[in-house]
């Protein structure tokens, strides 16, 4: 505590207490401990300037204030998380020795941790990714890959579980299994539609008989996660590019430069197979303006009237 702050004995008390039992009957190791005490420190000076001078007066309220008071100073929203989870703990404490009847911070949540989103592939740098003209069956197949994750902005997954009966080359059209099991039909063409011709045509000399899978390894069986993983950000490393290559950046920047050459959210959510249209507003790190013009300029409630429209 700091010592030029006076505890009440109504608060000290019950924090002592609190201590004892983490360190004599939960047995926790020295590091827990101290950290619990300095989190529950800090929390108690708070109080005490708001003029809480017993516990039973915290309420969901103050506990609030406490994890705004933690936003304001600029801590991480899993600073607060710690800090918040320390006065849970001490709270269920206090009830199991009857000073609480229930726990004021159980309710309350910190902010949610912001999810780091994968920098997009310029076109230039794509560009350079793809220009793989080795005529081997493997880099075949990878530079197929490649083409097809950022031609129809494919999730890992979806790309791996791909069998060679779910390519309608005539619709240009390939049937994946998304997330939650929801299948969905992603286009592709081009380049992609290309190369996967390509690659069919080797495929018979890497796959083993009667493999359904569309990618396979060197042993001739489904190609595996990981195998994706390697062989992309080696791919990455010998065409020269300078970002940190994988197939989730490679969907990424499928994305992005949909978005920025069409505008239009809508299509670029089918294409990824979101569910909720908030998920591709965050993975294509839009902003909130650019969101406020697509609504302004296309719903018929929001835009302004034109003088002849009267």
Same mark, same amino acid.
């Given at each position: 505590?700091?010592?030029?702050?006076?505890?009440?004995?109504?608060?000290?008390?019950?924090?002592?207490?609190f201590?004892?039992?983490?360190?004599?009957?939960?047995?926790?190791?020295a590091?827990?401990?101290?950290?619990?005490?300095?989190?529950?420190?800090?929390?108690?000076?708070?109080?005490?300037?708001?003029?809480?001078?017993?516990?039973?007066?915290?309420?969901?309220?103050? +506990? /609030?204030?406490?994890?705004?008071?933690?936003?304001?100073?600029? %801590?991480?929203? =899993?600073?607060?998380? &710690? #800090?918040l *989870?320390?006065?849970?703990?001490?709270?269920?404490?206090?009830?199991?020795?009857?000073?609480?009847?229930?726990?004021p911070?159980?309710?309350?949540?910190?902010?949610?941790?912001?999810?780091?989103?994968?920098?997009?592939?310029?076109?230039?740098?794509?560009?350079?990714?793809?220009?793989?003209?080795?005529?081997?069956?493997?880099?075949?197949?990878?530079r197929?890959?490649?083409?097809?994750?950022?031609?129809?902005?494919?999730?890992?997954?979806?790309?791996?579980?791909?069998?060679?009966?779910h390519?309608?080359?005539?619709?240009?059209?390939?049937?994946?299994?998304?997330?939650?099991?929801?299948?969905?039909?992603?286009?592709?063409?081009?380049?992609?539609?290309?190369?996967?011709?390509?690659?069919?045509? +080797? /495929?018979?000399?890497?796959?083993?008989?009667?493999?359904?899978? %569309?990618?396979? =390894?060197?042993?001739? &069986? #489904?190609? *595996?996660?990981?195998?994706?993983?390697?062989?992309?950000?080696?791919?990455?490393?010998?065409?020269?590019?300078?970002?940190?290559?994988?197939?989730?950046?490679?969907?990424?920047?499928?994305?992005?430069?949909?978005?920025?050459?069409?505008?239009?959210l809508?299509?670029?959510?089918?294409?990824?197979?979101?569910?909720?249209?908030?998920?591709?507003?965050?993975?294509?790190?839009?902003?909130?303006?650019?969101?406020?013009?697509?609504?302004?300029?296309?719903?018929?409630?929001?835009?302004?009237?034109?003088?002849?429209?009267?």
């Amino acid at each position: 505590m700091n010592p030029n702050v006076n505890v009440p004995d109504a608060l000290a008390g019950p924090l002592q207490r609190f201590y004892d039992y983490l360190n004599h009957e939960k047995g926790l190791s020295a590091h827990t401990q101290s950290n619990y005490q300095r989190q529950l420190s800090i929390m108690t000076q708070q109080l005490i300037v708001l003029g809480i001078k017993d516990w039973q007066q915290v309420d969901a309220g103050w +506990v /609030r204030q406490l994890a705004s008071k933690g936003m304001r100073e600029g %801590l991480k929203a =899993s600073s607060i998380a &710690t #800090r918040l *989870s320390s006065l849970r703990s001490f709270f269920d404490y206090l009830i199991s020795i009857d000073i609480l009847e229930a726990n004021p911070a159980k309710g309350v949540s910190a902010p949610k941790k912001k999810r780091p989103l994968p920098k997009n592939l310029d076109i230039d740098d794509v560009g350079q990714l793809l220009d793989v003209n080795d005529n081997d069956p493997l880099s075949i197949r990878d530079r197929s890959m490649m083409e097809l994750m950022y031609g129809a902005g494919l999730r890992l997954a979806e790309l791996v579980g791909i069998d060679i009966n779910h390519v309608q080359f005539s619709q240009g059209e390939i049937r994946v299994i998304g997330k939650g099991n929801k299948e969905r039909k992603a286009p592709f063409s081009g380049q992609a539609k290309e190369w996967l011709v390509c690659w069919l045509k +080797v /495929r018979p000399s890497l796959a083993s008989e009667g493999e359904p899978a %569309l990618f396979v =390894s060197k042993r001739g &069986t #489904r190609i *595996s996660h990981r195998n994706v993983q390697k062989r992309m950000e080696e791919w990455g490393i010998k065409q020269g590019v300078s970002s940190h290559i994988s197939p989730h950046k490679l969907r990424h920047s499928f994305a992005t430069h949909m978005l920025e050459s069409s505008g239009n959210l809508r299509a670029v959510q089918e294409l990824l197979g979101h569910e909720n249209i908030s998920t591709t507003q965050i993975y294509t790190n839009l902003d909130f303006q650019h969101l406020a013009d697509v609504y302004d300029s296309a719903h018929p409630r929001a835009r302004k009237k034109k003088k002849s429209d009267d």
